[in-house]
């Protein structure tokens, strides 16, 4: 005797919608759960706010300390280069102390014009252009013409639910 397939049961236990009231009924409780959810990330990011702006003001002093320890630092060692003795970098107790070799480009805002004018066709060697398709203007395009540049244009029907929107929560705080 062949043995029998297993059932499979949903992964989803879908509820009873018989009718336009029942699904009303589901979309009143969608927009309750989305209320929730909506108030509980609100209160969250107001502690995450209150949290950060805390974490400032505790770290901020020792950053000021930090600045200070550095600046005289770089004081007392550019005023000892000599015992340097030719080298970049010395080694103490509790560290190291030296300079490092660092360069950079500062560009003005009219450097790109310049570039493109002084280098014509090389400017793109010297530029970062990102080229992306531009879906809009695709989008007035026939589908034929779409066709020509291997684009297509993808037609679906895709379900939604949309709640009507809640009034602002006053959660009774005049902040």
Same mark, same amino acid.
């Given at each position: 005797?062949? !043995? &029998?397939?297993? @059932?499979?049961? #949903?992964? =989803?236990?879908?509820?009873?919608?018989?009718?336009? &009231?029942?699904?009303?009924v589901l979309i009143d409780k969608? @927009?309750?759960? &989305? *209320?929730?959810?909506?108030t509980a990330t609100a209160a969250a990011q107001e502690d995450i706010a209150e949290k950060q702006q805390a974490l400032a003001d505790l770290c901020q002093p020792h950053h000021d300390d930090i600045k200070r320890i550095v600046k005289s630092i770089e004081a007392f060692c550019t005023h000892s280069r000599d015992d340097f003795e030719g080298k970049k970098s @010395?080694? %103490?107790?509790?560290?190291?102390?030296?300079?490092?070799? #660092?360069e950079s480009i #500062?560009? #003005?805002?009219? *450097? %790109?014009?310049?570039?493109?004018? =002084?280098?014509?066709? !090389?400017? $793109?060697?010297?530029l970062h252009v990102k080229e992306s398709p531009n879906k809009e203007a695709l989008d007035a395009l026939t589908d034929?013409?779409? $066709?020509? =540049?291997?684009?297509?244009?993808?037609c679906k029907d895709t379900f939604f639910v949309e709640p009507t929107a809640v009034e602002a929560i006053d959660t009774g705080d005049p902040a």
């Open positions: 005797m062949p !043995k &029998q397939p297993k @059932r499979v049961k #949903s992964k =989803v236990e879908l509820l009873p919608c018989a009718g336009w &009231q029942d699904a009303d969608l @927009r309750r759960h &989305q *209320t929730h959810i909506a @010395r080694q %103490v107790n509790h560290g190291v102390v030296g300079w490092r070799y #660092s #500062s560009v #003005s805002d009219e *450097t %790109v014009d310049l570039i493109r004018a =002084v280098y014509k066709k !090389k400017a $793109a060697d010297y034929a013409d779409l $066709a020509a =540049v291997k684009a297509r244009r993808n």
